[in-house]
Every structure is written in C-alpha cells, then in structure tokens.
C-alpha cells in the first residue's frame, strides 16, 4: 500500500508490504502503515491475535492505533524504540504506547505457526525480524531487502549495526529462507548472503 514516509525534516512517497500471517481462523498483521481499511480486506473477517511491528518508522504504525481499535488486538514493539514510536505517536495523558513489548527470541504462536522474534537493530534501534520454521520464511521489514541491507542514513540508525545484525542473526537461517521484505520484492537468505559478501 502506498502513502508517505517522514524523518529527519524530510518527506518521501513509499509503497509499504504488509503481510498477515495465519490460518483460516486467526492472524497476525505485520506492520500497519497507511490504511486500516485496506488491511482489514487482507485480515477479511480473522480473529487478529496481535499487530506485530518491524520497527517504528511512521510508515509502519502510522495507523497501529487505530487498527487495534477496530480488531481489538494488541500492538507489539521492541522498546528500543520507543524514541521513533513517539515522533509518530506522541503519548497521550493516559500515557499511550504500543501494548506488549517484543524481546529477542520471543514465540508468537497463530494458526498452528511459530513466530520467532529476530532483534536486529540497525535501520532502526528496536528493529526486529520475524522468523517461521514452518513456512520456510523471515519477514525482515527494513532490516534486510533484494539487494542488501535497509537504509542507514538517517537518525536512530547505524550502518555497522545493521550488517552485524544481518551477519549475527539472519545469516544463521537457511539459505532457501524466503525473506518477505517491507517494501520491494522478496529474496532468499542464501541470495543476500552473496550479497553482503
């Protein structure tokens, strides 16, 4: 889906994936940026178990709060970064944020699959990957794209770190792991690992 992206005084057009993974029954949302009616066509009536953040650039939650209000989920965030989470989303005086915080090696289970939670800090501090054993996938929001490692030209972000995190914690999966990525096209690990070098 397609909308804006905006840090450091800057503002770009960006085409943002969102990916929902589950069962017939129930799913997660994996980053929520631009329109809540838009992912609710993709959820199409499922029970969503939580909104599961990658990282917290305004075009990834831009619309996480009001999305949980529609499907009564909570939202997941690693507090690393709570810093970019509240450019986008001030805290209120109930002192609003996101829900559950997300840590390193967490499992969030829907639909029979396993989510690991991958802490891959980098492109943003709390960045974090989600790996599936069962479906031979990571979704890796902009940590990792076709190409090589997501951007780090901006605040909040580091360019050794993020190769470090790639190296140390997606390199370590197979290399015919499908990488979901958040925006642009999929790629495998074994693909990126040339990549890198």
């Avoid at 031979?136 to 995190?165: H, W, Y």
Wanted: hydrophobic content about 35%; aromatic content about 4%.
């Amino acid at each position: 889906m397609s909308g804006t992206f905006s840090l450091d005084g800057e503002t770009h057009e960006v085409d943002n994936n969102v990916w929902v993974v589950g069962d017939d029954e129930q799913c997660v949302v994996v980053d929520a940026p631009h329109d809540v009616d838009a992912i609710l066509e993709v959820v199409a009536g499922r029970t969503v178990k939580a909104i599961v953040c990658t990282h917290a650039h305004d075009d990834h939650v831009r619309v996480a709060p009001a999305l949980r209000e529609r499907v009564t989920a909570p939202i997941l965030l690693h507090p690393d970064d709570r810093p970019l989470w509240e450019l986008t989303h001030p805290q209120d005086e109930r002192g609003h944020l996101w829900d559950v915080d997300l840590e390193d090696g967490q499992t969030i289970t829907v639909g029979g699959a396993a989510i690991t939670v991958l802490h891959t800090p980098g492109h943003a501090p709390g960045a974090v990957c989600l790996y599936v054993h069962d479906l031979g996938c990571v979704f890796t929001g902009d940590t990792l794209f076709q190409g090589g490692p997501g951007a780090t030209g901006r605040s909040f972000s580091d360019e050794d770190v993020i190769k470090e995190s790639i190296r140390e914690k997606l390199f370590a999966l197979p290399d015919e792991t499908v990488v979901h990525t958040g925006h642009g096209d999929d790629t495998t690990i074994g693909a990126e690992r040339v990549n890198l070098g």
